[in-house]
């Protein structure tokens, strides 16, 4: 059981390229979110999604977007990658919203802009 | 506006120590609180999930309780090995406005073990 995958776990873009953090779940979870970790800022929601097709804005979603075509995939797109996007991303999935289920996180995945 | 917070920052005992490390949180009125380690360079692990009709839950050398009303909980370590040294990071999950049922983390606690 693979839990939360992400890829790629590294990766480095130049200002104003564009590229999609990859986020998947084998566990037929619900719910999925990204948040990005940034020293002394602790981990901040960007987007999330209660189920497939259905995505909301989070607490810092500026410059990313997200869509939702299938339960287990949740695509993290920046559109033109800024220096202030320098940061550990993750992906994490529940079986519903984290009201009463346990949420489980992937890897991460360290982007730099340059 | 629930505020998550996690003192120290920052523990360094000698192993075999028994520990406790506390995450507090202005409102009370939680569904639960998930506590999580992270290892230098990885993701988060989860290590116990609490309800808040629970007083405490427990795996292995590990033990959080919860005390709603005076919006504490504490994770207990007994007999630390240098393998325990991580961040340590407590969540809520949001319970009003938009963004309802994500989680608000603390900072985390930053504990080495020596040996």
């Known amino acids: 059981n693979a839990g939360v995958t992400q890829t790629p776990k590294f990766q480095v873009l130049k200002t104003g390229q564009s590229m999609t953090l990859q986020c998947a779940q084998d566990?037929?979870?619900?719910?999925m979110s990204w948040y990005r970790q940034d020293p002394g800022m602790g981990l901040r929601l960007i987007h999330y999604?209660?189920?497939?097709?259905?995505?909301d804005q989070g607490e810092v979603p500026n410059g990313y977007n997200v869509s939702r075509s299938t339960t287990e995939d949740f695509p993290l797109r920046l559109l033109s990658a800024a220096p202030s996007q320098t940061s550990v991303y993750f992906c994490?999935?529940?079986?519903?919203?984290?009201?009463?289920?346990?949420?489980?996180f992937g890897q991460g995945t360290r982007l730099t802009v340059v | 506006k629930q505020e998550v917070t996690q003192i120290p920052a920052a523990l360094s005992v000698p192993e075999g120590e028994n520990l406790v490390l506390n995450c507090s949180f202005t409102?009370?009125?939680?569904?639960?609180l998930q506590w999580f380690r992270q290892d230098p360079g990885k993701g988060l692990t989860s290590l116990l999930l609490?309800?808040?009709?629970?007083r405490e839950q427990t795996s292995g050398r590990l033990n959080a309780s919860l005390d709603k009303s005076s919006g504490r909980s504490t994770l207990y370590i007994a007999a630390s090995q240098p393998g325990d040294s991580a961040t340590y990071l407590c969540?809520?999950?949001?319970?009003?406005?938009?963004?309802?049922?994500?989680?608000?983390f603390g900072k985390g606690t930053k504990l080495s073990v020596k040996p």
């Open positions: 409102d009370s009125a939680i569904y639960n």
């Open positions: 609490i309800q808040s009709s629970q």
């Open positions: 566990m037929n979870h619900e719910y």
């Open positions: 999604s209660v189920g497939a097709g259905i995505t």
């Open positions: 969540a809520v999950p949001r319970n009003y406005g938009g963004s309802q049922g994500n989680l608000i």
């Open positions: 994490a999935s529940s079986y519903s919203l984290p009201l009463n289920t346990e949420a489980f």
